[in-house]
């Protein structure tokens, strides 16, 4: 076991490395000059220069890149005397347009990305499989067919229309006060308000991930409740209840695991439109900006990096808990 | 003396598995027929009986260069066929054909069972007297089909029948060898004999050759002249049918004869049953020496460094143990 | 003292959409302890219908299940047909046990085999987790599994076919039932194997003093382990008797069919086997009369095409062999000797 995950760990560090030099190359590719972008119209051609200077963009990419990977161990230093700034260790660089080091820019934001995906997820999971679970128990019957309406509905629905229709609802209602509900409340100090400010995006969110969950759980336990093995332990005498629990949901819910894994990691880089749509300043805000309005190149290069960094480790915890799992899949 | 139809000489077949992930692989050889000679004669039947895992499949099908056979030699009708390319095998497949055990996994199932017989001759490029649509109700009502079901689907027909559909196409260019594998055990006894049969009758009326690979050994008993015996990739005995069921002089032939249930309680429960402990090993990794050794009652010191070598221990009968039962 | 488990007038039928599947229809036979009885049959021929219907099974809304199956406990009769489904549960696993034909599949791939049988220990004993687990170590080295106290902590995929078998017995014995309904035990399994588990099956017989059913489609394992036999053709007992009496002097013309038509491993004469015409009928519709009619070579013989509008009665020819058929006894003895049809 712990050779697997040396082995899948290392696998891991070669693909984020390969990654991030693919997204390097990629913003290098790309025909737009962020140090003309960086000083209105009418800039002198020395001013360019010297903001490429500044921006670090005046060497060739491969050095860039090594700048970058030094500054993720080491921090970064900007400009020189007065106009020196400092980011420390792991500096993902420095924002010109913001004025800040990216690192502080990702960790103001992070905290939101991260609330709304782990309720979102907690809210999905939970809505999904008890859904699914009980289609398949009454399949043909109501819940069954009350089951396939909504996984019809959830998931022909985009988020950008049911985020929005329950934004406004909320408006209608009274539920949200829109010029207070893009401030970050951290769980800790006021878990209250933290609920508030996100269960209206977590609902979205959920919507539109429950209804896959519930059409993929209820399509596993009815093939598992047909297996060999689930005859098997009925005759051994036990009770539907220890059946279902133990033995259907074991094998059924296993590869839910997989894509759930997936889903987390992808929402971990940022929901831009639901972000967007509550006004939540997380990731997904914060790249969209950078990549719309302010062409922010150190802040895009480092969220698509965050963003594919947390589907590759994501993937590995997957893999580990699959094989905890799963006994065949543990390699001797 | 007569030319064989098919001549197989130190016929071997291994597959390399790897395993292990992306920076460590480990190789590993399953050497799944580990070298078979036989001989079948025109008319002849061979049967090629063992357990699961002892490669008479593998063999079976590297006959018909569906695998690329490891080493060895396959000779067809005189002509060394063993390493042809699939241009110049193709005019010799019209000869050779094969039956698979499972009819209906080998039967396209949106095509009708005309379609199905037909294609033979499309394939071949070959116009039968009379036309395909003339030729393929003939072959039908041959193997006990009705020719009016010649616009059915696969599904339309039971297990028995569409073993019949296999048969028929098998037939159709007039070859002069089928491999057989396990033409029948997925049937139901009752049907089992009305394959069996037909076989039987289409050998007479074209002076077919088969190779019958089976784990029955009673089906292999009734319809082979000769048999071969093998476990995990080897020849353990070779034989004409009635030698070796009568006098199987080796030990694992002796067990598994013992080991096959009879329809007759009075004479079961006197006879002597060999019960052999364990179970087949892993053919990735065969025991040293004799590789039945790990299960042989009379296993010596010998049997577990030294590889048996199959010898001619009678006319028509060889065998590969150190330690036979004698002769009854 | 009555027999174990009496089975009386059981019919299991499924409504499908193209008309009710007639399964099993009118199954009466009796199991004492310490004896073997057989159900032989072809597929779909009602066999193991009839015996998860007395397990209690099948899915009670999508059977049509009437008819009765009782078991003489030490508490009094219980039948599981008509029994509630919570009482019958209770019955499972200890008064009743079943192992099924693919061990392959049969046991749970995520836990292992020490878990699987110490649950089936835990439902009918109290005690810790690792009394069962110690039960079960009893258990596998009572099944010859090499090495118990080590493999019990293994998992299905880590056995062969032949060893997984016996960790389904080991699971199906751990609480000491009076009945066990083997399903084609050894089908899926090499025949050196299976005769590895026959022995088995057997001494657990003995061990245990159980009532056994085996199903099986191969007559040749009847022969090998059974005392007494019913041999089944579409959905209904066409035959029953001791052993010995169904294979020197089988009273049906399919047993007698069956017989002529599989090849003998101890028998060298090359004779051209002989075939049952045809094939079974449809359960959905089944022929008037005999089911087996289609087929009969001997039905001709019967006067006025009584086997053609008269479903013949299972009746009792001579004592203890039951068989359903128009046929004379003195006709019967003719049709064991003729030739039959040369299909």
């Not at chain 1, 020395?46 to 860039?64: F, K, M, S, T, W």
């Not at chain 1, 996984?151 to 006060?177: C, D, E, H, K, Q």
């Not at chain 1, 480092?302 to 480790?313: E, Q, Y």
């Not at chain 2, 260069?65 to 390493?83: A, M, N, R």
Request: charge should be positive; aromatic fraction near 8%; include cysteine.
């Amino acid at each position: 076991m712990f050779k697997f995950i040396a082995k899948r760990l290392t696998a891991t560090v070669i693909v984020i490395t390969l990654v991030s030099i693919s997204v390097f190359l990629i913003f290098a590719i790309l025909p737009m000059d962020p140090a003309r972008l960086t000083c209105g119209k009418g800039c002198s051609v020395p001013v360019i220069e010297a903001n490429r200077h500044r921006l670090g963009l005046d060497v060739p990419v491969q050095v860039q890149y090594g700048r970058f990977v030094k500054g993720l161990f080491v921090g970064r230093t900007y400009g020189q005397g007065q106009a020196k700034i400092e980011c420390g260790a792991p500096a993902f660089g420095y924002s010109f347009n913001k004025h800040e080091c990216v690192t502080t820019l990702i960790a103001e934001a992070f905290p939101v990305t991260f609330s709304l995906a782990v309720g979102a997820f907690i809210l999905w999971l939970l809505l999904g499989v008890s859904l699914g679970v009980l289609a398949a128990r009454r399949q043909g019957k109501w819940p069954d067919r009350a089951s396939t309406v909504f996984v019809l509905v959830g998931i022909s629905l985009p988020t950008f229309i049911s985020g929005l229709l329950i934004y406004l609802l909320a408006l209608r209602l009274n539920l949200i006060n829109p010029i207070e509900s893009g401030r970050w409340v951290s769980p800790f100090t006021n878990p209250i308000g933290w609920v508030k400010n996100f269960y209206l995006p977590w609902i979205t969110l959920a919507l539109a991930f429950a209804a896959t969950y519930t059409r993929f759980t209820r399509s596993n336990v009815i093939e598992t409740s047909s297996e060999d093995y689930i005859r098997t332990a009925r005759a051994k005498g036990l009770s539907e209840k220890v059946i279902l629990r133990k033995h259907t949901l074991r094998a059924a819910l296993a590869p839910i695991v997989t894509i759930a894994g997936l889903d987390f990691a992808g929402l971990l880089g940022g929901a831009i439109i639901t972000e967007q749509i509550f006004n939540l300043p997380g990731l997904g805000r914060l790249s969209l900006r950078a990549v719309l309005i302010d062409y922010d190149l150190p802040v895009i290069v480092s969220t698509t990096i965050l963003a594919a960094t947390f589907v590759v480790v994501m993937n590995l915890i997957v893999d580990i808990l699959y094989a905890y799992i799963d006994p065949r899949v543990r390699v001797g | 003396m007569t030319e064989p139809i098919l001549k197989l000489v130190g016929l071997k077949k291994h597959f390399e598995s790897t395993s292990g992930g992306f920076f460590n692989k480990k190789k590993g050889v399953v050497k799944a027929v580990d070298g078979i000679d036989l001989e079948i004669l025109p008319g002849q039947t061979v049967g090629l009986v063992g357990e699961s895992g002892c490669g008479k499949t593998t063999a079976g099908r590297t006959v018909l260069k569906l695998y690329e056979p490891t080493e060895g030699q396959i000779i067809f009708q005189g002509e060394d066929i063993t390493h042809l390319s699939r241009k110049r095998m193709k005019p010799l497949r019209a000869q050779m054909q094969m039956i698979f055990q499972d009819p209906f996994a080998s039967l396209n199932p949106r095509q009708t069972v005309g379609t199905l017989i037909g294609a033979t001759f499309d394939i071949q490029g070959i116009t039968p007297p009379g036309g395909v649509k003339k030729e393929v109700e003939r072959l039908m009502e041959r193997v006990g089909l009705n020719p009016e079901h010649v616009n059915r689907y696969p599904h339309e027909f039971s297990g028995g029948q569409r073993q019949r559909i296999g048969v028929a196409r098998a037939i159709a260019l007039k070859p002069k060898l089928i491999v057989a594998d396990e033409p029948v055990s997925a049937l139901d006894v009752s049907i089992q004999a009305q394959v069996v049969n037909l076989l039987d009758d289409l050998q007479e009326e074209f002076g077919l050759s088969y190779l019958f690979v089976a784990h029955d050994l009673s089906v292999v008993q009734h319809i082979s002249d000769r048999v071969i015996v093998m476990y995990l990739g080897k020849v353990m005995e070779e034989a004409d049918k009635k030698d070796l069921f009568m006098s199987p002089r080796h030990p694992y032939t002796k067990a598994l004869l013992s080991a096959v249930p009879v329809p007759d309680p009075i004479k079961g429960r006197k006879r002597e049953r060999i019960i052999l402990v364990g179970d087949l090993p892993s053919p990735m990794n065969p025991p040293a020496g004799c590789v039945f050794n790990t299960r042989c009652w009379k296993v010596q010191d010998k049997c577990r460094t030294e590889i048996p070598a199959l010898q001619q221990i009678a006319p028509n009968h060889r065998l590969a143990c150190h330690f036979p039962e004698p002769a009854a | 003292m009555k027999p174990f488990l009496e089975v009386k007038n059981l019919s299991v039928s499924f409504p499908t959409q193209d008309g009710l599947v007639k399964a099993s229809n009118d199954i009466s036979f009796t199991v004492a302890r310490g004896e073997t009885l057989a159900i032989v049959g072809e597929s779909g021929s009602g066999k193991s219908v009839t015996s998860l219907a007395v397990m209690g099974l099948h899915n009670r809304n999508a059977a049509d299940i009437s008819g009765e199956a009782i078991l003489n406990l030490e508490t009094g009769p219980i039948d599981t047909i008509s029994a509630s489904p919570e009482v019958v549960r209770k019955l499972r696993g200890k008064s009743m046990a079943m192992i099924f034909q693919d061990p392959m599949s049969a046991l749970h791939p995520y836990y292992s085999i020490g878990d699987q049988i110490a649950e089936a220990w835990g439902l009918y004993n109290k005690g810790s987790k690792s009394d069962g687990i110690k039960r079960a170590v009893e258990m596998l080295d009572l099944v010859g599994i090499p090495e118990a106290a080590k493999r019990v902590k293994e998992f299905p995929h880590q056995f062969s076919g032949g060893m997984r078998q016996r960790v389904m017995i080991a699971m199906a014995l751990v609480n000491n039932p009076s009945l066990l309904i083997a399903d084609e035990p050894t089908t899926a399994l090499d025949v050196t194997v299976q005769s590895q588990i026959l022995k088995l099956l057997k001494d657990m017989q003995q061990e245990f003093n159980m009532a056994v059913i085996l199903i099986t489609h191969d007559l040749g394992v009847v022969a090998e382990v059974a005392d007494r036999a019913c041999v089944m053709y579409a959905g209904k007992i066409v035959e029953q008797s001791a052993i010995d009496d169904i294979y020197y002097t089988p009273d049906h013309p399919y047993t007698i069919g069956l017989l002529n038509s599989i090849p003998r491993v101890d028998q060298l004469e090359g004779k051209r086997l002989l075939a049952i015409p045809g094939q079974p009928p449809s359960l959905i519709s089944l022929p008037r009369g005999c089911a087996f009619r289609g087929r009969c070579t001997f039905s001709r013989l019967v006067p006025n095409n009584r086997c053609a509008t008269e479903v013949p009665n299972l009746d009792e020819k001579i004592k203890g062999h039951f068989s359903r058929c128009h046929l004379t006894e003195a006709q019967l003895t003719v049709a064991r000797t003729s030739v039959g049809s040369r299909v």
